[in-house]
Each structure stands twice: as C-alpha cells, then as structure tokens.
C-alpha cells in the first residue's frame, strides 16, 4: 500500500504568506478570481494554522519525541496534505517536539485534517499513555469550490467527436499542439492524422506487421510515451514507434504487459495473446496483491493511503482492489469497459463506465467516494455499440469508440468532464 | 510516482480546461423555461398548512414553498437575507434588530408589515419578545442567542398573515388544498426573490415510495422522494435520483437518564455491541453512514472522534459490569419499513453481547429508535435542535468555537441517552425533463430554480 | 314377611340384578366400542396428518425449489462465487421470492454458513445459518425457527444452488400453525392440537387448536411434558371444566435431528361415549322401573295363582286349629298347591275321624273312670259297711252282751257311712246338674272381695296372710254365682296348699277386652305334670276330694268364653289365672259356650 503521508517528509514549506481567513471575504474572492486559480490562493497558506495546532499539540506534549499522524478527512490535495506535515513538523521542532517513530515516540499525535461545511477543522488527538487522547482543534474558513463529492452537483459528461473512419479504431491518442494530431490505433496500422480546417486528414499511416493472427475482438492500446512518441500494445505484439528521421513503427512479438489506467500509477497488466482480456497478473501488483481476476478494463483512484483499483471483470462483476481486500460487486450493471477520468472541480479520479441499453450503449462518470459507486454525471447515450474505451494521458479525458448503429463506422469520441449543468 | 514532465503537462492541460470552462458561453438550449407544472409525490399528511405545523409533521420543504423566513442559510450554512435584508445584534446578542425587506406582499394581497412578523415570531417563540419597530423588529430573548439568524432560517419561523387561513410570502400561493391529500400552489408572481420558472405545483400527500416510483415511472409525477434505503436501487434502475448529504440522525433514543452506574455499562454495551456500518451497508443500502456523533461529520468536522466501532468481546464485557433486571425494550415506528429491519439487527447485535432486547411499535420503551433530521446547517442550531428532539439536556457553546462545540457534543453524549446510529441521507427522484432541481446538504428542494425541460413527457 | 312380598322382593331383586348386569355389561361393551373405534379414528387423523404433512413438505420442496431457480437465487449464486462477496444487495431477495413463492420462512445461506437474505428475519444476514454445516436431508422437515416474534415452527426444505466451487443453500419452509391444523378434514368429535414449541417451560397458552380456543389448557400440560420426557406416544383422558371428557392422543414430532420439536395433540370426545354411557343408563333405569312393575304385576299374578290356595289352605287351617275340622280348600290346579289342597282336605276328614273315634274313645274312658271313680268312691264307704255289719253280726254271736253296745256302736256307723254315700252321690249329682250361667255386669273386684270375706277366718286359722290387687274397675259380664263358687274352689285349693300357712294373692286386671283373675298361693306348688293334669275330672293331688273342684272351675270359666291357666313351680306355689271376655257379644251370646 502507498503511504503519500510519508513520501513527502522532508517537504519544506518554501513560502509562508498570510493567513487567508484574516482577509475580507470579498477581497479575498475577487483576488483569486483575477488569479483565476482560485483553489491555489487557499492551498498555499497552511503555515499559520499548523503552527497554531502545532504550539497546542507541543503544549499538551511538552518537549519531547512524539510520533505523528496525519490523516486528511477533507478536500486538501495529497500534495498540501504533504506541505501540512512539514509544516507540523517544523513548528513542532520550534516547541522542542521532534517527531520521530512512533516505537520511540512517549506520545502520538494524531492529526486530522476535516472540513465542514464553511471551515477547515484540524484536530490533534495526542494520545500519551492510555488514557483518553487529549483533544486539540483549530478551525479555518474553508474557500467555497472544494465541496466535497457527496454534495458536489452532477457533472457534465461531454464527447467531442474525432475520428470516424470504417476500419476498426482501438485507441485513440491527442497530440495537443499545432496542429493538433491524433494517433490512431488500428488492427493494421498505427495512422496519424492531423486536424487542419476543421477536418482531420491522416497523414500518415504505419503498418503493424505481426507473424500471428489476432484473435477476434482485437483490443489494442496506445500510450504516449516521453522518449520516444508512442507505444502500441495489441496482443501479442508490441509496437515502438521511431521519431529518427520520419514516424516508424518498429513491431515484435512480446507479451509484455500493457499499462493499466495511465501508465504513472505503475501498474500493469498481462494480456491474453489470443483473447481480449487482461489474464489478471499484474506488475508489479496492488499492494500485496498480485492478481486480479481476469479484466477487460481498469481504472485507479488514488485514496489517503492507497490507490483503489477498479477492474471490470471477465465475470461481468467489479473488481475493486485497495492491495489488502479484494471486494466484488455484482450489482453494477457496468459493461466491460471502464475508464480513469479526472474533472477539474473534483479531487478525486472518477471512473466511466459503459452500460449496455437494448440498442444503444450509454456512458456515465461515477464518484467512488468509499467503495460505492455515485454516479456523477447524467448517462452520455452513444449511438451504437462501444467497442473500446481507454484512459487519455494526462487521465483529463478519455477515448471512446464506438461503431456506428446507422453507417457501421467506426467513431472516435473524446470524453472529457465539465463542472456545471 | 508521477514524473515532472507528467506534471508539467498536467498543469498545463487543467489551465487549458479552466480557460476552455470559463470562456464557452452558456448555450441558449440550456436557459431555463418558463412555465409548466412539476407533479411531486410526498409521504407525509399534512393536516395544516401553517409553518409550525409543518415543521413539526417534518414536511418543511413545503413549508419552504409557502412560507418565507426573515433569514436564510445557504448551503454553507452561512445567513443570508430573506425577507430581512440587515441584522444587528446588540452587546451580549441578547437584543436583535432585523430590518425588514420593503415592498414585499402576502399571497393573500397584504403588505409585509412588522407587525405580522412579530406576531409569526412571538407564535413560534413565545419566549421571546418581539417589536415592531418601523420598518425593522426587535427581538429580545432571555439569553443571548448569538446565532439568532440562523433560529430565523428555521422553516418553524416562517411569516404568516391572517389566522386561521394563513398565507406567507413563498415563491407559491395555494390554488387549493385538501388537508392530508392534496395541495395545489400556483407561482407567485410577485416573488420578491423572483417568480417561479414553473407554472404551478401538484402534490400527492400520503403516497407510499412504492406507489410514488410507481407513478414516477409511469410519468403520472415529476419529483419522488426516494428513501435512504432507495437510493441505490433507484439509481440501479437508472432513476435520476439526487441525494442529500447524510443529514437525518437515526438513534437510539433512551425515555429516561441512567440511574446508576449499572445502566451506564448496559447502555455502553449496547452501544458497542451495534454494527452500524453492516446496518448501513446492507439495511440501509448505503444510504447513510455510520456514526457515533449526533451531528455528521461534515457539518461538524469532528464527528469522526466520535466514531464507535462495534465490538462484542468489550460491549459484553461492559454488559458483566451493568445489570439488566428485564429486557430492554425498544420502541420503533411501525409505519417505518427500515426501521423494524434496524431494530431487529440491534436487538441480534445485543443479545450477541448478552443484553436482552424486546421490540414494541406501541411507543413505549426504554429507549426509541429514532429519526431526527438535521435541523439546521448551522452547527449550533442543528445540534441544539437535536438535543431538544431527543429531549435532552440543552447545549452551552460557551464562545462559539469548534472546540466549544465538540465539549458541547460530548457532553451530550455523555449523557447516556442516547446512541448514535447513523445519519441518513434524503433522495428525490426525478423525471428527465426536470432541471436545475437541487437539495441542500441537509436535503431542502430548492424547488423556486426547477424548469421544466422539453424532454419532459 | 308373607308370601307375597318375598316373592315381590324376589321378582324385584331378579329384575335389578339382570338390569344391572345387563347395563354394565352393555356399558362396558359399549366403552370398548367406543375407545376401539377411537383408537380407529385417531390412527386415521394421525395418518392423514402425516399425508398431508408430506403433501406440504413436497410442496414446500417445490417451492423452494422454484425459489432456487428464479433469477434472484442465480444472482445469490453468483455473488458467493466470488472470493470477497458482497451481499448486501440481497437484503430483501428472500423476501420477495419468498411472498412469490408463498413460504413462510425462506433463507440464502453461503457454504459458510452466513445467512445472505432472510425472509423471516432480514436484519439477521451475515449471521450463521446453523442448518447450512450440517447434512442437508433430502426431504421436507421439522425445524425450530427462529424469528424476532420467536421460535416458530416450521415444515422446512433446503435446495443447494450450485454458486461455481461454492454452494449457496435455499433453506424456505412454511409455518406449522393453525392454517395447517385447518387444512385436516376431522371428524366429527375431533380436533387437533398442537404443541409448537418445546423450548423452555410447559406454556399451555402456546396450543394451537382449529375453532375456539381451549378454555383450559393447563389440563393438557401433564401429557405434553409427559411426551416431551419419554418422546413416545402417550394418551390421557382430560376432564374439561364443563363436565365433558376428552381421550387425548399425544404423538412427538420429530425434526432432522430426532428431537421432538412438537407435539401433536388429537383430541376425541367422549361426549357420545357419554351420551351412550347415559342412554344406557336411562335404558337400565327404565328397565328397572318396568322391570319392577313386572315383578309386582308378575307377583300379584303368582299370588292369585300360588298365594291364594296357600291363604286359603292357611285359613282352612286357622278353621282346623280353632276346632272346625270341617274346612276344606279348594284345589285350583293340579300342581304341588292342588297336591297340597288335597292333602290338607284329607287331613281334615282323618282329623274329623280321628276326633270323633278320641270323642268315642274319651267318652268310653270318661264313662270308664267314673265307673271307677264312682265304684271307688262307692266302695270306701261300703267296706266299713261291711264291717261294721260282720263286726255286728259277729258280736251278736260271740259276745251277744255286748252285742247291744256294739249294735248302736256299728248302727252309727252305718248311718255314717250312709250318709256319706248319699254325699257321694250328691256330689255327682251336683256335677251332672251344672247349671248355664246368667250373665250380668259383675265388679270382679267385688266378687273377689266377697270370696275373701268367707274365708277371712280360715285364713286366720290357718296363718294366711292374703294379699288383693285389684287394677280393673270395669264391669264385666259373668254369672256372680258360678263365678264366685269357682273363685271359691280354687281359694280352698290354696288354703290347702299351704297347710303350714302362707300368702294368698287376689289379683284382678284388665288387658284389652280381657278381664284377667289372678288367684296366687305359696304352697307346695307343682310339677308340670301335674299342672298337666290339674284340670282333668276326679284328679287330685289331695289326700282327699273328689278331684272334681278344678274341673268344676274349668268348666264354669270355660261357660263364659274365657280360659284358665295355672303357673306353678314346685315349693314356690301356684297362681291360677282366669281370663274373661268382657266383649258385648259374647255377653249376648253368652249363653252359646
């Protein structure tokens, strides 16, 4: 399991602004309104308040070695979250309170970062011996934008058509740029199309040899790669594209396993050569979890202290893995697919999931504030049957396909998640 | 672990999204219509339709339609001008002076006057002393009530004029109501706040959740309350359902104070020996969240502290320390279908830790098992109306802190009578074509912004 | 007792003795009926009991079965399939397949024992299912069922769902209650009951019965705790409050394990047996009373026919003992009485003979004793006759001068003598000539008083010391004189008898119309035989009379219709005692004697 509590220890806080709250509620809005970064005005200033909790935890400790915890309950990033603990352990080191393991340690002080509905509420309980903890807790004005999941309103589920073409498309990648270019991934070829005049034209088109036939439902993936521009997995076969001199593609027999979700949560997966299914082994696994059952699709959110990972199983069930317990649930009714998503007014990843109607597939944005699913966006119907559904990149949008219930073509949409109606 | 080059291209994407966000202007398919009637299904029989009374039945949303409130709270609880537009307490919050909004009528065609208001006010709280003054009211309580405002906000002390036909100054007036079944509201188009989008409202009292999604899905309504338990099928069956946060307190409520130290262990026993989150998960479909605070965390922020983890090999060690000279009775509603499954899951959860639980519907218990929806999303008002909903001791909040209003909290739970259970959450369904309907954290329609969208059947 | 009412009494005994064997015979004939076909009966309830409780359960199978098999159960199957299953999706399955399948009782259970979906108790899943570790039977079964109102019980089956490696188990039963109870077709005077649940104390208020309740259950409490102990079949015969009884055939019903889960009660009344027992009875009754009437109608009849000749032949009887040998009975038939009548006639007619030869016989012997009497007395006298007249004759010859003196010497004597056989003679004379009394009203107490007088100065001479008594101061009708000369005889006969002196005692009393004479002395008394004899003519005990004074009493007293008696012990005396008619009658027909 990951501890994002402990990756970021020696974290300094680089600046020390003043406190927020202190300033005039309107003030404080407009200016971060002309900053348009608004969550940003109020992420930076956390030094004020963890000193103030921090002199009260060191009060209640008095110098000493102590361990401490922090556990974030709101809607502070992980990243803040981390620059909270330095803070707490600098100003604790100020009250002669050094912060060590908690084997060595005469107290614990566990902090927790909650919310409410208008205000920040830090609460430190310092527990030394084994009586009961003593409570400390300071509370902050918390900036109206980060609701938090439950009480957020619906999201907005918008698909931006690509690429529509009669041969199978199985991924889809942007380019962003100028031109904007697409990648598309085809059980032949790799084309590259650039979009020009409100068109897109493909430029370029790359075979994919390979000495064994597909089998059918062919599944494939790209992912964009910084060395070199892409990778394409398709059963069996793995293709490196080459940027020396024009774009080629450089195709092997490999079972390497593809990358789950976006390739920065390090997980992936091996797919069946001559199936479209993922065979469940992962690497380098989940935790202490080393396999799933076997998945069409997965999706990652990362929580507190783990990275809940969601798979749509080859039973037709959701699989969801936090690297201890394995839970499933049977009531979804989620089709095979399902895709990683970030919106900007969320802080948590949100999943999209394909759902099967009698003619026409829909897809729809869930919430999975603990283990149950919330939907967060009204269905998005898609006018024919979804054949693949894959996380983009950055995990800001993510690529469908789906062909066609009139022309049989094949469409590629970009999906992507806007806050408000 | 995430890559610089990743990180970089993560920023610039989320600046490109804002920009693309902030600068597509608002499609003219989406601006609101006017006109239409929304058809809503309720549980609750209101016999009356004055605001006491229908806070009191738990139909405040109604309330809400009919009837304003000098002040009210937004969704971060937080007082906002209603049908007062200033507020100014004196020295020692004991005396307020509230000016009144100018220019606001009654249904019934009399002016908003202070005069009336006092007498809502006094009605409602006939411990205070209210006076009209001018444009403005004085109230003047015998303790200092620094969050008066958010007292105002209470639909109980909505403005009402005449007597015994009452009319308040809501986004509706009432076309017609037929006590207990029916109530028809037509929009007031002299809304201070603005008239309705919609035309008028149709509401069925009395209809069970089964004949109100049965009438949803046959598109003979628009708005379906969903139960907590509900919840989740609904949104299964692919209902558009919309959920507050988890807002009404399910507790076990005791009739009398501990005598002696023996009850004490009994009643933390039993309090040990619930498993909430199994009630939640599995009776409750999810539909709430376990809790061991009479006030949800996320109106608190501390109610974590509070949480209570179920555990037998304790809660039967704390029953050796308590006696039990009979069994335990629990009351519950019998008109309550969640409720009989929870109390039989706490009555198998006690007698798992030796403590002997007997069921009764007839209102007459050792303790109750009871449903208190959150009176408020100001934190002090909310906590000090549960404690006089479970009839207990009165709260102090000393200067206001959250601190403060932790010490207050535990105090009460320290009182031994009562157990938190849970908080529920509150569900509407809704028919497509309704739009811009939204609940409030503690689950309040916010009914005057709904229109009627084209896909309405 | 006479005749008629021994044989009343016979006849009435004859009847109720019969009647009484009859009854208990019937009675007990009938009870042995009765409790056979019972016992008949009650083996039909049982049995139809066990048809139709396996008719539930292969219903209760099919059910479970077809709840096994709906969609719901398939998706129940799936999630236990998997390694981490969620069930919490499942909270009111079993509900709802329960009601489609009408069961009371249905449960999803994974091999593990949790309890996924609960019908009868839905906050009870994830708890352990007892039933879903241990051997599954095959066919339908009793169980105790736990529910939040308590244990139930229930007729139950359990279908396993194939869940991949796993299995999920349908446990679904129906209740075992009344509704079950009513569905038996009891016959009339029947019921059923059942004892559901055995758990804890005997609580009769927990019997179910089909149509009212028991009134008083605690009286079935024994044979339910009885059954419960031995786990074995048991009956008892209950006596309600209201008078009637009840056989009450208790039958263990067994679950899975073999343990008595509950206990069926069927119950036949024995109100007919009653009802029979008391026909019987009035029957018995009724046979009695006419049996009764019989006997007395039967007895009268026999008494015409047997009685009758015997009263006849006991007054022809009384005639013969009063003196009249002239009865004679009439024989009726020709049995043993007709015997008897014949009999009787003939001893009559010998009695007759036979008086008349002893009248012939006792005349010849009377006239035989008074020839000798009188020769007796005739020849005392005329010995000294002779004598004197040899003693003359002979003085004449050898002393002729003495001859004279001897003459006037033996001439006195002559007339003596003389004079004493003219006595003689006289005396006979007198007893020949005994005159009729004449009746007239008579003071006894007088009459006696008068007979004292006349011997006061015997008495003295004689040193008697006489005592009187006299009771009665009514008159009665005698002749004073007769009366008075007999009185007279027997006061001599007591001075004679007490030679030395003594006590006389004069009594006279009345009992009823009789006038008693008693005449007491403290004589010599006595002997029986002589008491025998007394009043034979010419017997005397005396040294001298003619014997004929107590004879010369009797027949005086027996001249007035009355009798005399004597009471004598030797060296004590002797009371003479007279008893007198005093009847009107008889003082008109006196003269008849």
């Given at each position: 399991m990951r501890d994002h509590s402990h990756q970021y220890e020696r974290v300094r806080a680089s600046y020390n602004s003043r406190i927020l709250p202190m300033l005039p509620s309107r003030a404080r809005w407009l200016g971060c309104a002309l900053l348009l970064i608004g969550q940003l005005c109020f992420a930076s200033d956390w030094h004020s308040p963890a000193a103030q909790l921090a002199g009260k935890i060191s009060a209640a400790t008095g110098p000493g070695v102590i361990a401490l915890e922090i556990n974030n309950?709101?809607?502070?990033?992980a990243a803040d979250v981390e620059q909270i603990r330095g803070f707490f352990i600098s100003e604790l080191a100020t009250g002669g309170v050094r912060v060590w393991q908690p084997d060595q340690a005469a107290a614990v002080a566990k902090v927790t970062l909650s919310e409410n509905l208008n205000s920040y509420i830090w609460i430190a309980e310092v527990q030394q011996g084994t009586g009961e903890p003593k409570i400390a807790m300071i509370s902050m004005d918390r900036p109206p934008s980060s609701l938090s999941a439950q009480n957020a309103p619906l999201l907005t589920l918008h698909a931006t058509q690509l690429i529509s073409q009669s041969q199978p498309i199985l991924d889809l990648a942007v380019l962003e740029g100028n031109p904007r270019r697409a990648v598309v991934l085809s059980d032949s070829a790799v084309s590259v199309f650039d979009f020009k005049d409100g068109h897109w034209l493909q430029t370029q088109s790359l075979p994919i040899a390979h000495a064994t036939s597909f089998p059918r439902d062919i599944r494939g993936r790209l992912v964009l790669r910084k060395d070199h521009l892409f990778d394409a997995y398709l059963p069996g076969v793995i293709c490196h594209s080459s940027e020396a001199g024009s774009l080629s593609l450089n195709c092997s027999r490999s079972d390497d396993p593809w990358p789950l979700a976006?390739?920065?949560?390090?997980v992936s997966g091996f797919f069946a050569p001559a199936r479209n299914f993922f065979t469940g082994v992962l690497t380098p696994g989940i935790g202490k979890q080393r396999s799933a059952p076997a998945f069409y699709s997965a999706s990652a959110i990362p929580k507190d202290k783990y990275v809940l990972w969601i798979f749509g199983g080859v039973d037709g069930q959701v699989h969801l893995l936090d690297g201890i317990n394995q839970q499933t649930s049977s009531r979804l009714r989620w089709g095979s697919d399902i895709a990683g998503i970030r919106a900007a007014c969320r802080p948590d990843w949100l999943v999209l999931a394909t759902a099967q109607g009698d003619e026409e597939d829909s897809i729809q944005a869930f919430e999975i504030p603990d283990r149950e699913p919330v939907a967060a966006s009204q269905k998005l119907p898609i006018h024919g049957r979804v054949t693949a559904l894959w996380t983009q990149q950055n995990g800001e949008a993510a690529t469908a396909v789906y062909r066609n219930a009139d022309t049989g073509n094949y469409e590629a949409l970009q999906l992507t998640l806007a806050c408000g109606q | 672990m995430l890559t610089q080059e990743t990180m970089r291209r993560f920023n610039l994407l989320l600046l490109v999204a804002s920009s693309v966000i902030w600068s597509v202007p608002a499609n003219a398919a989406t601006r609101p219509h006017y006109g239409g009637t929304v058809r809503v299904a309720m549980h609750e029989t209101p016999q009356s339709l004055d605001p006491l009374s229908l806070a009191q039945v738990g139909v405040p949303n109604i309330s809400r339609l009919l009837f304003d409130t000098l002040v009210v709270l937004d969704d971060r609880g937080f007082a906002q001008p209603a049908l007062a537009t200033t507020w100014q307490a004196e020295p020692g919050n004991q005396r307020w002076r509230l000016t009144l909004r100018s220019g606001v009528s009654f249904n019934d065609g009399a002016n908003l006057e202070p005069t009336a208001v006092a007498a809502s006010l006094r009605a409602a709280n006939p411990d205070w002393k209210v006076l009209p003054v001018s444009d403005m009211i004085i109230v003047q309580t015998g303790e200092p009530h620094p969050n008066l405002p958010a007292e105002l906000a209470l639909p109980r002390n909505g403005i009402v004029h005449g007597n015994p036909q009452v009319s308040g100054t809501g986004p509706f007036a009432v076309s017609q109501y037929v006590a207990g079944k029916h109530l028809s509201l037509v929009a007031n188009d002299q809304y201070w706040g603005g008239r309705p989008f919609v035309d008028s409202m149709e509401i069925d009292f009395g209809q069970t959740g089964q004949d109100q999604m049965t009438s949803l899905d046959l598109g003979r309504i628009d708005l379906a309350e969903v139960a907590p338990e509900n919840i989740r099928r609904a949104r299964a069956e692919g209902h558009t359902v919309q959920s507050s946060s988890p807002a009404e307190l399910m507790a076990l409520a005791f009739a009398m104070p501990p005598r002696n130290d023996e009850e004490i262990h009994l009643r933390n026993a039993l309090a040990l020996s619930i498993d909430m989150p199994a009630i939640n998960n599995v009776v409750l479909q999810g539909g709430g969240e376990a809790t061991g605070a009479l006030l949800p965390n996320w109106l608190s922020?501390?109610?974590?502290?509070?949480a209570r983890v179920q555990n037998t090999e304790f809660a039967r060690t704390e029953r050796t320390l308590g006696k039990q000279s009979g069994p335990l009775v629990l009351a519950y509603d019998s008109q309550d279908l969640v409720a009989r499954t929870v109390a039989e899951r706490v009555m198998l959860n006690a007698r798992d830790a030796g403590i002997t639980v007997q069921l009764t519907t007839n209102g007459h218990g050792d303790m109750a098992l009871t449903r208190v929806p959150l009176p408020s999303l100001n934190t002090q008002t909310a906590l000090t109306g549960v404690a006089l909903a479970l009839q207990l001791p009165m709260p102090s909040f000393g200067n206001g802190s959250a601190n403060d209003l932790y010490s207050a909290e535990k105090t009460l739970l320290q009182s031994h009578r009562v157990i938190p259970l849970g908080y529920l959450r509150s569900g509407v369904a809704l028919q497509p074509g309704i739009r811009n309907f939204n609940m409030s954290p503690d689950g309040a329609w916010q009914m005057s912004n709904v229109w009627l969208g084209s896909d309405k059947p | 007792m006479s005749f008629r009412r021994r044989l009343l009494l016979l006849f009435a005994l004859t009847v109720l003795v019969s009647v009484a064997a009859v009854t208990g015979i019937v009675s007990a004939m009938a009870r042995r009926a009765f409790d056979r076909a019972n016992d008949e009966r009650t083996a039909a309830l049982v049995s139809q009991f066990r048809r139709e409780f396996t008719r539930r359960g292969d219903d209760v199978r099919r059910r479970v079965q077809a709840a096994s098999a709906s969609a719901a159960a398939g998706q129940i199957a799936v999630a236990a399939a998997q390694s981490s299953p969620d069930y919490s999706s499942f909270l009111d399955a079993a509900q709802t397949l329960a009601e489609a399948q009408r069961l009371d009782f249905l449960e999803f259970a994974d091999d593990r024992g949790t309890i996924i979906s609960s019908a009868q108790w839905p906050a009870k899943f994830g708890y352990q299912e007892r039933l879903a570790k241990t051997t599954l039977p095959a066919y339908a079964f009793l169980r105790d069922e736990e529910t939040p109102s308590g244990t139930v019980l229930g007729l139950f089956a359990v279908h396993a769902i194939s869940a991949g490696d796993h299995k999920v188990y349908a446990i679904g039963g129906t209740r075992l209650d009344r509704t079950f109870l009513s569905s038996l077709d009891l016959p009339a005077g029947m019921r059923v009951m059942l004892y559901p649940n055995l758990a804890g104390p005997i609580a009769p208020e927990r019997l179910l019965t089909t149509g009212d309740p028991i009134a008083n259950p605690q009286a079935l409490a024994q044979l339910v705790q009885k059954v419960h102990i031995t786990d074995h079949d048991e009956s008892a015969v209950i006596h309600w409050d209201s008078g009637n009884d009840e056989t009450v055939n208790a039958f263990p019903l067994m679950g899975a394990n073999d343990k008595t889960l509950a206990i069926l009660l069927v119950g036949s009344s024995r109100q007919i047996y009653t009802e029979l027992r008391s026909e019987i009875r009035s029957a018995a009754l009724f046979a009695s009373g006419a049996g009764l009437l019989l006997a007395v109608l039967l007895s009268s009849i026999a008494a015409v026919r047997v009685t009758k000749p015997v009263e006849e032949l006991a007054n022809a009887a009384r005639e013969v003992a009063a003196g009249n040998l002239d009865a004679q009975v009439t024989a009726h038939t020709n049995d043993e009485l007709g015997v008897l009548a014949d009999a009787f006639n003939r001893m009559t007619r010998d009695l007759i003979e036979h008086r008349e030869r002893l009248v012939q016989a006792e005349r010849v012997a009377a006239w035989r004793e008074l020839a000798r009497r009188l020769a007796h007395e005739l020849k005392n006298p005329l010995f000294p006759l002779q004598l004197t007249v040899e003693n003359l004759m002979r003085s004449r010859e050898q002393s002729p001068q003495d001859f004279e003196d001897t003459f006037r010497e033996s001439a006195s004597t002559l007339l003596s003598e003389i004079a004493n056989l003219k006595s003689i003679i006289n005396r006979f004379s007198e007893f020949s000539k005994m005159p009729q009394p004449h009746l007239q009203e008579v003071l006894l107490r007088d009459l006696v008083a008068g007979v004292i007088h006349v011997y006061e100065a015997q008495f003295e001479k004689m040193k008697i010391r006489n005592e009187t008594e006299f009771t009665d101061s009514q008159p009665v009708s005698a002749d004073p004189d007769l009366l008075h000369r007999a009185i007279s005889n027997l006061v001599l006969n007591a001075i004679d008898a007490m030679p030395e002196g003594g006590k006389l005692v004069l009594r006279t009393s009345r009992n009823g119309n009789t006038a008693i004479i008693e005449v007491g002395d403290t004589g010599t008394g006595l002997t029986s035989e002589e008491c025998a004899r007394l009043f034979t003519p010419y017997y005397t005990s005396k040294s001298h009379g003619t014997g004929l004074g107590l004879a010369i009493v009797q027949s005086i007293v027996s001249d007035h219709g009355g009798r005399i008696s004597v009471k004598s012990q030797p060296g004590k005396g002797t009371t003479f005692i007279i008893e007198l008619p005093v009847a009107r009658q008889i003082l008109a027909d006196g003269t008849s004697a």
């Open positions: 309950r709101s809607s502070i990033s976006i390739a920065e949560f390090g | 922020g501390y109610g974590f502290l509070f | -």
